[in-house]
């Protein structure tokens, strides 16, 4: 009886220590499946902000309102010749003198009244009178005058605290640089046309009249008779050239005198009178690339000495054909126009040095400068 006893125990708590922990552990909970979502459409793409536009063909408006005031118009009365004639007590026919009325631009530079503008605007006038862009008139003098540059001073009477232009640097004028020319042309009272430079230094352009030196700017803004004398001024307002010339078979092909040439002319403008130029009393020519090797010369520029007027300053000052001039006074010599600008500079009477090349051997004259001949 214990004996089973003891065995009915032993088999409950077996059965108690087989169920400790061993309830069932709760199931875990169902992962959830992957939901895939649907793509969102693409968002068009930003444009960009615009550049804003860019004026091609900006406006002068400003600029030529603060310079027309100083642009002139000027008037004059020369003598001529009529189709008529009277007989002298002899019976001689002499032709009838007339007065002829032209007109042409000039520009102010000086709040007293100093104008600016070509010789041939008042060559040989009898009468000149300007007029201002507000309709006021004033008699005006030449006080100095130069046929070889084409250059005339004028003085107004009785001005003052009048607008002026300033004068820039034609050396910093580029080709393709924009350029205003303003004027009078034909009549047409403070014209403006614009246009670019189309190219510097412009020689050897056939003109009638007096003229020597030439160092053109050409350009394509409108020039016609009329406009001769008035300035050709960049974006700023500088003035860079006096409009002088037009071909008469071309369209878009102005000339003007670069300001930096009236510049070095304007303190013997001042002086009075017209200007008497210097001269060397000689011919010159380019330097052949071959007579540059042979007389061993390997810096470029320089004018070749191809004839000497007898009796003249280079004569007398000792050159000979075939010297190379490489300077004269304080200036080298780029080339033989050049040359002649520079002499043309000089006062008659001035002794200067100049530098030639003869042979192989350099030399350092002195010449004393001549008048040159009109």
């Given at each position: 009886?214990?004996?089973?006893?003891?065995?009915?125990?032993?088999?409950?708590?077996?059965?108690?220590?087989?169920?400790?922990?061993?309830?069932?552990?709760?199931?875990?909970?169902?992962?959830?499946?992957?939901?895939?979502?649907?793509?969102?459409?693409?968002?068009?793409?930003?444009?960009?902000?615009?550049?804003?536009?860019?004026?091609?063909?900006?406006?002068?408006?400003?600029?030529?309102?603060?310079?027309?005031?100083?642009?002139?118009?000027?008037?004059?009365?020369?003598?001529?010749?009529?189709?008529?004639?009277?007989?002298?007590?002899?019976?001689?026919?002499?032709?009838?003198?007339?007065?002829?009325?032209?007109?042409?631009?000039?520009?102010?530079?000086?709040?007293?009244?100093?104008?600016?503008?070509?010789?041939?605007?008042?060559?040989?006038?009898?009468?000149?009178?300007?007029?201002?862009?507000?309709?006021?008139?004033?008699?005006?003098?030449?006080?100095?005058?130069?046929?070889?540059?084409?250059?005339?001073?004028?003085?107004?009477?009785?001005?003052?605290?009048?607008?002026?232009?300033?004068?820039?640097?034609?050396?910093?004028?580029?080709?393709?640089?924009?350029?205003?020319?303003?004027?009078?042309?034909?009549?047409?009272?403070?014209?403006?046309?614009?246009?670019?430079?189309?190219?510097?230094?412009?020689?050897?352009?056939?003109?009638?009249?007096?003229?020597?030196?030439?160092?053109?700017?050409?350009?394509?803004?409108?020039?016609?008779?009329?406009?001769?004398g008035g300035p050709l001024?960049?974006?700023?307002?500088?003035?860079?050239?006096?409009?002088?010339?037009?071909?008469?078979?071309?369209?878009?092909?102005?000339?003007?005198?670069?300001?930096?040439?009236?510049?070095?002319?304007?303190?013997?403008?001042?002086?009075?009178?017209?200007?008497?130029?210097?001269?060397?009393?000689?011919?010159?020519?380019?330097?052949?690339?071959?007579?540059?090797?042979?007389?061993?010369?390997?810096?470029?520029?320089?004018?070749?000495?191809?004839?000497?007027?007898?009796?003249?300053?280079?004569?007398?000052?000792?050159?000979?054909?075939?010297?190379?001039i490489l300077a004269l006074?304080?200036?080298?010599?780029?080339?033989?126009?050049?040359?002649?600008?520079?002499?043309?500079?000089?006062?008659?009477?001035?002794?200067?040095?100049?530098?030639?090349?003869?042979?192989?051997?350099?030399?350092?004259?002195?010449?004393?400068?001549?008048?040159?001949?009109?």
């Amino acid at each position: 009886m214990n004996r089973d006893k003891h065995l009915f125990i032993v088999i409950v708590l077996s059965s108690l220590l087989a169920g400790v922990g061993c309830e069932p552990e709760p199931a875990a909970p169902p992962r959830p499946a992957t939901v895939v979502q649907p793509a969102e459409p693409a968002s068009p793409p930003v444009p960009e902000p615009k550049p804003a536009p860019v004026n091609v063909y900006p406006s002068f408006a400003d600029m030529v309102e603060r310079t027309r005031p100083a642009v002139v118009n000027i008037f004059t009365k020369t003598k001529v010749q009529s189709n008529r004639y009277f007989k002298t007590p002899g019976g001689k026919l002499i032709p009838k003198e007339r007065l002829a009325d032209s007109l042409g631009s000039g520009f102010l530079i000086d709040a007293q009244g100093f104008v600016l503008t070509n010789y041939h605007v008042i060559k040989g006038a009898t009468k000149i009178e300007v007029r201002l862009l507000d309709n006021r008139r004033f008699r005006a003098q030449v006080v100095g005058e130069d046929p070889k540059t084409d250059v005339a001073l004028l003085k107004l009477d009785g001005a003052k605290d009048l607008p002026v232009l300033k004068l820039g640097d034609s050396s910093a004028l580029r080709v393709g640089d924009w350029v205003v020319a303003i004027g009078n042309p034909l009549g047409l009272t403070s014209t403006v046309t614009a246009g670019i430079a189309s190219a510097t230094g412009r020689k050897d352009i056939p003109l009638s009249g007096d003229m020597r030196y030439q160092d053109f700017i050409q350009t394509d803004a409108s020039i016609n008779p009329g406009n001769s004398g008035g300035p050709l001024v960049d974006v700023k307002g500088n003035v860079v050239g006096i409009n002088t010339a037009v071909t008469a078979t071309a369209q878009g092909i102005g000339f003007a005198i670069p300001v930096n040439m009236v510049k070095k002319m304007m303190p013997r403008l001042k002086e009075g009178g017209r200007i008497k130029h210097a001269w060397l009393g000689i011919y010159v020519d380019e330097v052949p690339n071959g007579l540059r090797k042979q007389i061993g010369l390997t810096e470029s520029g320089g004018a070749l000495v191809k004839g000497i007027v007898k009796g003249g300053p280079a004569h007398r000052g000792q050159l000979l054909p075939g010297d190379v001039i490489l300077a004269l006074g304080s200036e080298t010599v780029e080339d033989d126009d050049q040359l002649a600008w520079i002499a043309g500079n000089l006062r008659a009477g001035d002794s200067v040095p100049v530098k030639v090349k003869r042979g192989s051997e350099t030399l350092t004259l002195s010449v004393t400068m001549g008048t040159l001949p009109d």
